[in-house]
């Protein structure tokens, strides 16, 4: 389990925690509710990205991202082979495998950490690591302190005693991949869904809602999806692919539609609406923001 920095305030707002769940968690049974046509979407199964693998609805068309952003990057983004489960931190796979359609190829670790936003942070991160841009590969602790990579590699490491957070250089400058994990599971145990939250900004109008950027609830119960893809038909309607983290840790994944089954695995969202409906998870209020 992650650790907690303010014992008597982030237990409670760390987020992403089942065993406090409350409502907006849908059981297995709502989960199968509200299915409806079969679904006509094309899936190639043979295909190894999310946008390669994923056609839109009839009348609908990719939406194209800048070559070189965040959107690009995801879509992108290399999936495991059709059909691969989900597994837990451990190699386990999870309880529930018919709630999605694809599973992104990047490993979850071997602790408990990459849970929900932390899911988020590390395809930003991965982002901006590839990108060589280590001076934007910087997140806060849900304590408000931020840590960068740039203070990490160069050996500055946190020191976290009761209610405060220290800063000092005791290792020697590293800037590998390796040394870069390390730093990610630094903030993946010490960041949540409050501190992303703070880190973005909210999406204001449907026509502006792009690839990767998040659907959330900040606190707990919370939790985060992002948006995987986007396509939209020739009245400016738009339709789009949610992706997520979990609790306990586990694979990325590309979420399926059980509640618009001819569309699945393709949502329709509003960002004015008063909740929004994942395939695990409901998010009430709606609250889409971006990087």
Known sequence: MKKIIFLSVLAIITGCSKEKSGNTYLSESAEQKDLNHENSVKIHQGKNTVRERFSPPKGYRWVEEQPGSFGYF????????YGSPILKYDGNPIATQNLHEAVFDI???????QQCADAVIRLRAEYLFRAQKPDAVKFHFTSGHLVSWNDYKSGIRAFVSG????????????GSYENFRKYLDLIFNYAGTISLYSETVRVTKNSYLKTGDILITPGSPGHVVFIAGVCENKEGKRLFLLSEGFTPAQSIHLLSNPFEKNISPWYDLDVNSQETKTARYIFKPTNFRHF
């Open 74 to 81: 995801i879509e992108n983004f290399k999936l495991k082979p």
């Open 107 to 113: 490993d979850t670790g071997n602790k408990d950490l």
């Open 163 to 174: 209610n405060s957070v220290s800063f000092r250089k005791t290792a020697a400058a590293d």
